[in-house]
């Protein structure tokens, strides 16, 4: 069992673990990211995981141990070009059972032979697990969320009633309408989280001119950007006024640009008078967006696990 923050965050670093295998920098980036992962998932049955232990001279990657218990992990990332074949994982089984460990896990980003698992399936006494990425998320789709809400935090209290709103705006677009400003600006937080961004949901009395600001961690280089959010129950459009204002903040914050979400649109003038610069400093978003986040969220969720190799298209689609 997880709280639906710590699952969100094992979300998060699996996410994050795919983009650095899809466009990896170099192998220290993956073996972090991976680590990241794995020790949340093995934390969840109790284990604590060791980076790149010493004077352990097999040479695993990870080591794992549970407090008042003889069990004994170690983990192996192989971060070949290709699929592991059956004598890396022979090599890795001999060291594992020579020294001695109860389990061994092997993961490889491009899989494994199927002479691997025809091996595994054999081995005794040592239990030998062979995961890929795929392996991960369905281990992590499996655990339980706590259900009982009087003993959860408030964090997590609003993580639940936020995902409770994706769904349902999800399923019918008219639920959006029926939603307090700062519930949206909360709900929004939450579908940015959920997609990999680091996310800030400002203090709704001095936000400064913006709801969220949101940043993407692209090649080491963190890329900012603002959100404001407009959803007023006079349903009144957004018009050159608050655009004018927005594009201040913007500048003023030095971010890489903003997005102006209006759940009921724009008026015709709104982005008449724009530069080429402030155009490219500004998009602009309406109920469309906002509900293409949401399902887009909810396949990240749900174990369908689109790509999401480029956040900052994620950000900016299905804007002006």
């Not at 399936?121 to 697990?129: A, F, G, M, R, S």
């Not at 003038?269 to 109920?287: P, V």
């Amino acid at each position: 069992m997880m709280t639906p923050t710590k699952k969100d965050e094992l979300i998060r670093d699996i996410l994050v673990l795919e983009n650095s295998i899809t466009s990896p920098r170099d192998d220290r980036e993956i073996c972090f990211t991976f680590h990241q992962a794995i020790s949340k998932l093995l934390s969840n049955d109790g284990f604590t995981t060791i980076l790149n232990p010493s004077p352990d001279t097999s040479k695993f990657d990870f080591i794992c141990t549970k407090q008042d218990s003889k069990e004994r992990i170690c983990i192996s990332l192989q971060n070949s070009a290709k699929s592991v074949n059956e004598d890396r994982v022979h090599e890795r089984v001999s060291f594992a059972f020579n020294y001695p460990y109860d389990r061994l896990i092997l993961f490889a980003p491009k899989g494994f032979t199927s002479a691997c698992y025809r091996f595994v399936n054999i081995t005794d006494p040592l239990k030998v697990e062979l995961l890929t990425l795929d392996d991960l998320k369905s281990w992590t789709s499996r655990i339980e969320i706590e259900s009982n809400q009087g003993f959860l935090e408030y964090e997590d209290i609003i993580k639940v009633v936020s995902k409770t709103f994706i769904e349902k705006i999800a399923e019918d677009s008219n639920f959006l309408l029926k939603l307090e400003w700062r519930d949206l600006e909360k709900m929004i937080a939450e579908l940015f989280e959920g997609l990999a961004f680091d996310v800030k949901l400002t203090a709704p009395s001095k936000d400064g001119g913006k709801d969220l600001i949101v940043e993407i961690n692209k090649k080491g280089n963190a890329k900012k950007y603002l959100v404001e959010i407009k959803h007023w129950k006079s349903k009144k459009k957004v018009g050159q006024k608050y655009v004018k204002e927005f594009l201040k903040v913007i500048c003023n914050e030095k971010s890489e640009s903003g997005l102006l979400l209006s759940t009921y649109g724009f008026t015709s003038n709104a982005l008449e008078g724009l530069t080429e610069f402030e155009r490219k400093s500004i998009r602009f978003g309406d109920e469309e967006k906002i509900i293409s986040l949401c399902k887009t969220y909810l396949k990240v969720k749900s174990g369908i696990w689109t790509p999401l190799n480029d956040l900052q298209g994620i950000f900016l689609e299905q804007t002006l």
